[in-house]
């Protein structure tokens, strides 16, 4: 399969999308879009793929929606901004949520608007030092999309959260290692390595049991306490049933390194 915008490729049960429009700091094309929702089938689907890693290529991670190919798209008209976030956005943002296997972000640099949001829907997070986040909707008379209202708040608290988004203010990545709104802010030159070390040991740990915290973690804001309990307790009488439980009882018994298949 062949792409104009993001680069793809899989390594030792790791796939790794790369958005590939440097010259535009990776901002979203509907090419682009379309681009990357081929690619999330490809790596929900397959069951040899056990981590994503997405990151972004030049100087910047993803500088949000590219505004000349929306007016472009529109004819010059207003766009409706509704139907962009229904169609693009929203399926990405959901895609990544439901995605059943860990999702690690290189931020690279700047992650700015829509870009910004993609990565805090992620389930780990490495910046670049040099990198930095910023919610630059109210700049232009906009809401944080692509989940950013539904994130912000729940990575850094309502009264951060509020500043940032109303104020449109960069925030560095040593700040937002600070604030608990990524997991770890890395040396520029080591971000790359460290991230693909990290989505090579995700892949080789038990992806059905850590697709389940993913999702428990996730659905936990919305769930009373005894619905969250009824949840584990289905998810581990799942879990006890898998290879990888019982590979990983075994190994722990034996006293040596579990071999985990995913299944």
Request: proline share 4%; charged share 20%; glycine share 8%.
């Amino acid at each position: 399969m062949t792409f104009k915008t993001i680069e793809y490729s899989v390594s030792n049960n790791v796939a790794t999308l790369t958005l590939n429009r440097p010259e535009s700091l990776n901002s979203f094309t509907a090419q682009m879009h379309q681009e990357v929702r081929s690619v999330m089938d490809i790596v929900r689907q397959d069951p040899d793929i056990r981590c994503l890693l997405i990151t972004g290529a030049g100087r910047g991670f993803c500088a949000g929606q590219d505004l000349n190919d929306r007016a472009v798209q529109s004819d010059d008209a207003a766009p409706d901004l509704g139907v962009s976030v229904e169609k693009n956005y929203n399926p990405l943002i959901r895609s990544l949520f439901a995605l059943e296997k860990p999702v690690i972000c290189a931020v690279n640099g700047v992650a700015a608007g829509a870009g910004a949001s993609i990565a805090l829907a992620c389930d780990i997070v490495l910046a670049a030092r040099s990198a930095s986040f910023i919610q630059s909707f109210s700049k232009i008379g906009l809401v944080p999309d692509s989940g950013g209202t539904w994130s912000l708040p729940r990575a850094l608290g309502l009264p951060r959260a509020k500043a940032l988004a109303l104020l449109g203010n960069k925030i560095s990545a040593e700040k937002a290692e600070q604030w608990g709104m990524i997991w770890q802010c890395v040396d520029d030159e080591s971000l790359l390595s460290e991230a693909t070390q990290l989505a090579n040991h995700l892949a080789t740990q038990p992806t059905q049991g850590l697709g389940k915290i993913k999702k428990l973690l996730n659905e936990s804001f919305s769930n009373p306490l005894h619905h969250q309990l009824e949840l584990e307790r289905e998810s581990m009488r799942e879990l006890g049933y898998s290879h990888d439980y019982k590979e990983g009882v075994a190994a722990f018994m034996e006293k040596r390194t579990p071999n985990f298949k995913g299944e």
